[in-house]
C-alpha cells in the first residue's frame, strides 16, 4: 500500500509544460508549475514516460529504460549554469506556444545540445569541481550509460536505423567491433554522457523543489521496452529474438474498448525465465533507477505481470494472439524484499481477468479507477463509480490514452468510435442522470465525483481542469497520428479563478493537508 495521506493532484506531462523553446522541459517553467499545484492544493504531479523518444514521439516506446529524454533539457537552465550563452540562445527560432512540432524542434534542438557539449567540456577544464561531479555521474551510471551513449551514437551513424540493420558485428556486440567504434567516436559517445549528466541535474534540482513543497512525484514506465532501444540490444538475453535480434512474438492488446482488432504494439517479450534466473535483477535496476527520480511509480499495463498478449511477430493486427502466464507472485516478491513497501500503482485496465486482481490485492497495490469508463455498457462499469471506489486505489477523470471528459460527452459516432450513435446518447443520458446537470461543465461534474470518492489520492488530468475538448486530447492509442503527443497549455489558460476554484473542491474533499 503507497502510503500518501488523502490527497490530489494533476496529470500533466512535461512535454505539455509553456516554454519558449518549442516543448515543455525541467527548467524555470516546471518550477512555476509546482508552486501553482502548491497554490491550488494539489499534492501530487503525475508526469508520462521521461525516456528517449523514438518513433511516432511516444514516450512509452524510448530507445532507454533508463537515459532521460535530452528534449526535456531546459536552455533557459543551461544559460543560468553557464553552459550557454544569451546570446547562443537569442538565435533560438520561435515555435508554436500550444504545440510541439517534433520534426523541426528535433533539429534545432539537437544543433543547440551540440553547442552545449562543447561549452560544457570548456567549463570542465576550467572546473575540477565540475568535471569531478560529471565522472561521478558517469561511474555511478555506467551499468546503463556506457551501452545508451554507444547506441545514441551508432544509430546517429546509421541514418537512426534500428540495430538490427547495422552492420552484423554492430549489431551482435562482437567485441573487436564495439572496441573499434567507441575508440574512434570518443566525443560523441562523450556528448550522449553529457547530456545525460546535464539532464539529471536538472532534475534532481526538480525534485529537491518538489520535496520542499511536499509534492509527491509520479512517474510511468511501460512494462515493456521498445525494440529499437539500449536495453534490447544489450540484454538481447532476456528478450524472444530470433538470431538476427528480430522478434519472434510481440506485446500488445486484444481487441477492447479502444480498438475492434485489438493494439499490435509490437515490443519484444521478456524471457521470464531468465530473468528470474538473475532474481529479475534488470528490473529491480529499472525499478530502482526511477524511484531515485520520483516516489511512486505507475507501472502501464500492469496486467502483462499476470499474464500477457502473445502476437506473432509477423501478424500486423492483434486478433490472433494467445494469453501467456506471466511472471505473477515471484517477481513482486523480489520487489519486496529491495524495496520493502512497493510505491507503485497497477494500471489495471482493459481486459482484467481474477487473477489480475488477486496478483495486486496480494501485495497492497493500488489499481486505477477511471469515472469516463463508468457510464457505458461494460459489465464492469459499476466499478468505475466514484461511490464504489475503495480506499486503497487512484481514481481519475481520465488517463493520457482518454479523450478529454468534455470531448468524450461532445462526441458523434463515426472516425475511430467504437460506440454507435445509440450507445453515445444512452451514454449521455446516464451521465447526467447520475450528475444531476445539464453536462455544460462535466469536467467539473467529474472531478468533484472522484474528490468526494473515498479514493486515497485523486488524479485530474490538466486538460479535464480546463474543460478542454477533444483537440487536446493527449493520444489516441493504436492511431498513428501526427497529433498524438504533441499538446501544451498556456499560462493565461490556468487563471486564478480556476486556481481558486480547484483548491475550494480540493478542500471541501478533505484532501488538502
Known sequence: ?????????????????????????????????????????????????????????????????????????????????????????????????????????????????????????????????LREAYEAFCRREAAWLDDFSLFTVLKKHHQQLPWTSWPQPLRDRRPEAMAEVMAGLVDEIEDARILQFLFFRQWERLRSRARELDIKLIGDIPIFVAHDSADCWARRDLFFLDPSGQ?????????????????????????????????????????????AMVDIVRIDHFRGFAGY????????????????????????????????????????????????????????????????????????AEEYIPENYPENCVAYTGTHDNDTTMGLFQSQ?????????????????????????????????????IARSEARLAIWPLQDVLGLGSDSRMNQPGVISDRNWTWRFTWDQLSTDLEQRLLVVTRESGRVG
Open 247 to 291: 522478434p519472434t512474438v510481440v506485446a500488445g492488446v486484444p481487441p477492447d474498448y479502444f480498438s475492434e482488432t485489438g493494439q499490435r504494439w509490437g515490443n519484444p517479450l521478456y524471457r521470464w525465465d531468465r530473468l528470474q534466473q538473475e532474481n529479475h535483477g534488470w528490473w529491480l535496476a529499472r525499478l530502482r533507477h526511477i524511484l
Open 1 to 129: 500500500m503507497i502510503q500518501v495521506p488523502r490527497s490530489s493532484g494533476v496529470l500533466l506531462h512535461l512535454t505539455s509544460l509553456p516554454s519558449g523553446y518549442g516543448i515543455g522541459d525541467i527548467g524555470p517553467e516546471a518550477h512555476r508549475w509546482l508552486a501553482t499545484l502548491q497554490r491550488c492544493g494539489q499534492r501530487a504531479w503525475q508526469i508520462l514516460p521521461l525516456g528517449p523518444t523514438g518513433y511516432g514521439n511516444s514516450p512509452y516506446q524510448s530507445t532507454s529504460s533508463f537515459a532521460g529524454n535530452p528534449l526535456l533539457i531546459s536552455p533557459a537552465a543551461l544559460v543560468g549554469d553557464g553552459f550557454l550563452s544569451e546570446e547562443e540562445l537569442s538565435v533560438y527560432p520561435g515555435f508554436s506556444s500550444d504545440r510541439i512540432d517534433f520534426g523541426p524542434l528535433i533539429e534545432v534542438k539537437t544543433a543547440l545540445l551540440e553547442l552545449v557539449c562543447q561549452n560544457f567540456r570548456l567549463r570542465c577544464r576550467q572546473s575540477p569541481f
Open 309 to 380: 498478449w502473445e502476437i506473432p511477430a509477423e501478424d500486423d493486427h492483434a486478433m490472433n494472439g494467445r494469453w501467456v502466464d506471466g511472471p505473477g507472485g515471484r517477481f513482486f516478491e523480489a520487489l519486496q524484499q529491495e524495496f520493502g513497501d512497493i510505491p507503485i500503482i497497477a494500471e489495471d485496465l482493459g481486459l482484467i481477468t481474477e487473477d489480475v486482481h488477486q496478483l495486486r490485492d496480494q501485495f497492497g497495490l493500488p489499481g486505477m479507477r477511471v469515472l469516463q469508463f463508468a457510464f457505458g455498457a461494460d459489465s464492469l
Open 413 to 449: 459516432a463515426g472516425g475511430d468510435s467504437t460506440r454507435t450513435q445509440e450507445q453515445i446518447d444512452q451514454e449521455r443520458r446516464t451521465i447526467l442522470n447520475y450528475t444531476g446537470t445539464d453536462g455544460s461543465e462535466l469536467n467539473w461534474d467529474y472531478i468533484r465525483a
